[in-house]
């Protein structure tokens, strides 16, 4: 079965940082089916940016 995507983030604000995450998540998933592949590499400057995420959450949530 393969990985769906419902949502896809516009390139302004938090939701770029969302987008970064998702695409970061997604070369883990790779990254894990193919092991050796070059492709599946992780850049540290593509790496998600938690401090930026939290105020992504923290803006959005009624609580």
């Known amino acids: 079965m393969g990985h769906e995507n419902y949502y896809r983030p516009t390139e302004h604000g938090h939701e770029a940082e969302v987008g970064r995450r ?3 998540w997604a070369r883990l998933r790779a990254q894990r089916r193919h092991p050796d592949s070059r492709r599946a590499r ?3 400057a593509t790496a ?3 401090d930026l995420f939290n105020a992504f ?6 609580w």
């Open 57 to 62: 959450v923290d803006a959005v949530s009624p």
């Open 48 to 50: 998600p940016r938690p």
């Open 22 to 24: 998702l695409k970061h």
């Open 42 to 44: 992780i850049s540290q």
